[in-house]
């Protein structure tokens, strides 16, 4: 059989036009299908189906050994993109994203993520051959093509093949073709949905327009359902061990993140989370600062003064800013001659963009218009996928420059040649190049002296005449006296010197400890192996403590900590110092051993070397042992009902007073309470809009959800509604106090800024996401997938310890 790789020549541009359709739509990994399932866990019968739906199924085997190619494959084109980006940076040129689908996994996604996305791509697959939709050979080394920039050979993507995993090359090659092919028909048949997804009506523009930009302030009353747990009876012994069945599993404590806003879960919990216990060294930026202060000379401080003081201590003159930015009336100005088709061009380049915006993984899961909630657990899997390639940073899309060739990747002014390509080429430019070197020669002799000379005085004059701009434009400017910030320029002075000699110290300690536990970490894993005892630590990767005091540092230890309380730590929230990408938190509940070393930094600029001396396993406490939480929790659940009871009758006698809630008389104190004017969604601050809208809030209410929001903008004047709170601890009895703006005027507005307003891409995107996840969701109940055998086979083990 003929290697597939052939049709790179024979059909290349054949298969361009079938690219770009694949392109319009990114497949996305089915955790919107599978948003509550839980964690990865293993099955005792590897041949036992594990996933099941109509005319298909999976047993454990056959999954475990399509999550292992899924992992090589992202691997793969992870390498094959950045080889061909790389070339493309040797050449001079820029790299942006293909235009193809991206299936390399974000690095975030846990195990559990890629199981359930070989899951998705089997169903979306196997439905795209029932509707008669196929990929060849040809398309798929059409992508291979597109996602090397062009750029890589066949004997080069072989290669890279050999280095991602050891095998026989018919082998590889047999997974790649196999897993792009059910990759591709996966992406085009869930691109076939593309109109019913992607479409908007203005009706739907009008209502997420709204949502961001109305604001409304309620007169609202609380009801806590905390008043109610004594009237509510007790249970029966059966109720009681049903309720403790049903919540046993849940963490107590944990929080949903529902449209972006992060609230606290209204369902108890039983289960006692996985806990760590962490032995760190701390390096404390300002301490060290203090000690440095007095060592800052005088001198040192003017030269910093002198140096900066245009930039820093700039009081009166000359702005650091290009007043154009902020001048409203250079927006109405009509462009110069020549700008008027760049502009138009522009402009409708960033329309085409906006619509044909691919929805990736990563956004996907950022999303804040997301409808499902996707709960934040303590004991969630963050396991890395593994990375042992530099990365090359990719642009995203931007318009395309003049000049540029089709793929978008490179200016005309640098010349291209794709390796598998163009040999030939190559040896006849080299051939002209030989023919006219003799004659460049001869003339850059001859004027080499004269370049050099003329060069040499056109610099003198330049720094001469920079120099004198220099003082031109300090006699135009006022600096803050040298004196007002002295101890400013101290301490920043001070401030550098104590991050270098941290640096040092605490780097040299991790080197140390690093050096000492990789035979400890060694004799571990074999002990795991052979299944022995585990050997006790050294005393050299024990005594942090010792370690510290020596160079003059601190050393802090934790006490057990579940993931979510960790998070909550100045500890838990630095960053990986050498890679930036893991945070304290979620490496020593995912990929850290016991005692190895980890070096991070937090915003401050502050050093932790960090090693896990504990870790305890998860467990569900016996219903004997709890049997008093588990009434409390029973009781309080029981009370919201009573509660919202409640506060239904209140909203009833008011609204048939026809009265406000500021003057209705209860016949018991209830506090009123108006709220500031609040939105159904927001972007929070600016640097926040692009990660989506989140859920609004009613300062001073808390915990309003987005039930709460439905019932509080459909409130009409004199209407009184109750509802209760996310987490129900509290019945709200609400009534419409005031509108920022009346409905003509949100209507004038609206169609004034309809197509310009800041978040309306955004939400538009967010818009298509829901969309996106639906679909899903009715194609899972379509085909009738088993959801509690897949759940059954993912979710660990209680009690089981992850290692």
């Known amino acids: 059989m003929a290697s597939p790789f052939r049709y790179f020549r024979k059909h290349q541009k054949a298969f361009l036009a079938i690219a770009a359709v694949i392109a319009m739509f ?95 791509t089997r169903i979306l697959a196997d439905q795209a051959k029932k509707a008669g939709m196929t990929v060849s050979d040809g398309m798929i080394n059409q992508f291979l093509k597109e996602t090397s920039f062009r750029r890589v ?75 109610f747990v004594a009237e509510v009876p007790d249970p029966s012994e059966a109720e009681l061990l049903a309720f403790y069945e049903q919540y046993k599993d849940n963490v107590p404590g944990i929080v949903h993140l529902v449209l972006g806003a992060q609230l606290p879960a209204p369902d108890p919990g039983f289960k006692v989370p996985r806990r760590v216990k962490l032995n760190y060294i701390l390096g404390d930026v300002n301490s060290w600062r203090d000690k440095y202060r007095d060592s800052i000379t005088d001198e040192e401080i003017a030269d910093y003064y002198e140096r900066n003081k245009r930039t820093l201590f700039s009081t009166k003159g000359a702005s650091k800013f290009d007043d154009s930015l902020f001048n409203s009336d250079s927006e109405n100005e009509a462009p110069k001659s020549g700008e008027a088709e760049d502009a138009e061009e522009i402009e409708e380049t960033a329309g085409n963009d906006e619509a044909d915006a691919p929805i990736t993984e990563e956004s996907a899961d950022e999303s804040a218009g997301e409808t499902e909630e996707a709960i934040i657990e303590e004991e969630a899997d963050t396991e890395d996928v593994s990375d042992d390639v530099s990365e090359i940073e990719l642009e995203a899309d931007p318009p395309a420059a003049p000049g540029e060739d089709e793929s978008g990747n490179v200016s005309s002014r640098v010349k291209m040649r794709l390796v598998a390509f163009q040999e030939n080429l190559e040896s ?67 401030t550098d010197k104590a991050v270098l000699e941290l640096k040092d110290k605490i780097e040299s300690i991790y080197g140390e400890l690093q050096s000492e536990y990789n035979p400890y970490g060694f004799d571990v894993v074999s002990a795991r192996t052979n299944e022995e005892e585990i050997p006790a630590p050294p005393k050299d990767l024990t005594n942090l403590k010792e370690r510290a005091a020596e160079a003059g540092l601190i050393s802090e230890e934790t006490l057990l900590v579940s993931q979510r309380e960790l998070a909550d730590t100045f500890v838990g929230k630095a960053i990986d110092a050498q890679t930036n990408r893991q945070y304290v938190v979620q490496a020593v509940f995912s990929s850290l051993a016991t005692y190895e070393p980890f070096l991070a930094q937090d915003l401050d600029g502050n050093w932790y070397l960090v090693t896990k001396t504990q870790d305890v396993p998860e467990e569900v406490p016996a219903f004997e042992d709890i ?112 509108k920022e703006r009346p409905e003509d005027e949100l209507h004038q507005l609206f169609l004034t800024e309809a197509n ?29 997938l088993d959801l509690e055998k897949l759940e059954e086979f993912l979710s660990p083990t209680p009690g089981a310890e992850e290692d």
């Open 627 to 738: 049997r008093s939480e588990v009434m409390a929790a029973w009781k309080q659940q029981e009370a919201a009902k009573l509660a919202l009871k409640k506060a239904e009758e209140i909203a009833k006698d008011c609204e048939e007073a026809g009265s406000s809630l500021a003057k209705f008389d209860y016949g018991k104190s209830y506090d009123v309470v108006t709220t500031d004017l609040f939105s159904w969604l927001t972007f929070g601050s600016t640097a926040e809009i692009e990660r989506g809208p989140r859920l609004g809030e009613a300062p001073p209410l808390e915990a309003v959800g987005p039930e709460f929001m439905k019932e509080a903008f459909e409130l009409e004047d004199k209407e009184v509604a109750a509802v209760l709170n996310y987490d129900q601890t509290i019945a709200y009895v609400i009534q419409l106090d005031r």
């Open 26 to 120: 990114v497949f996305v990994i089915g955790d919107a299908m599978f948003g509550y399932i839980g964690q990865s866990g293993d099955s005792s019968n590897p041949r036992a189906i594990v996933a099941e739906w109509k005319g298909g199924s999976l047993n454990g085997q056959e999954l475990a050994s399509l999550t292992q190619r899924r992992y090589f494959l992202s691997e793969f084109l992870k390498r094959l993109r950045m080889t061909g980006a790389q070339k493309i940076i040797e050449e001079g040129g820029t790299p942006m994203m293909p235009s193809v689908p991206d299936f390399v996994l974000p690095e975030s996604t846990t195990s559990r993520d890629v199981q359930v996305g070989v899951v998705t």
């Open 153 to 227: 050979s066949d004997q080069d993507i072989m290669r890279l093949l050999s280095s991602v995993q050891q095998g026989d090359p018919r082998y590889l090659e047999d997974q790649l073709f196999s897993g792009l092919r059910e990759l591709l028909l996966g992406n085009t048949y869930f691109g076939s949905f593309a109109s019913n997804v992607r479409n908007v009506l203005p009706e739907q523009r009008w209502e997420d327009w709204r949502h961001i930009n109305e604001r409304i302030a309620l007169q609202a009353v609380a009801v806590p359902a905390s008043e």
């Open 428 to 494: 006849s430019d080299d051939s002209e190049a030989e023919e006219g070197s003799e004659t460049q020669d001869s003339d850059t002799t001859e004027t080499a002296s004269d370049d050099r000379s003329t060069e040499e005085s056109s610099s003198e004059a330049d720094t001469q005449e920079a120099e004198e701009d220099s003082k031109a434009s300090d006699e135009n400017l006022e600096f803050e006296p040298l004196e007002d910030v002295k101890d400013s320029i101290r301490d920043k002075l001070a």
């Open 756 to 784: 310009t307003w800041y978040g309306g891409q955004v939400m538009t995107m967010a818009r298509w996401q829901n969309q996106q996840r639906q679909v899903l969701e009715q194609l899972t109940e379509r085909v009738g």
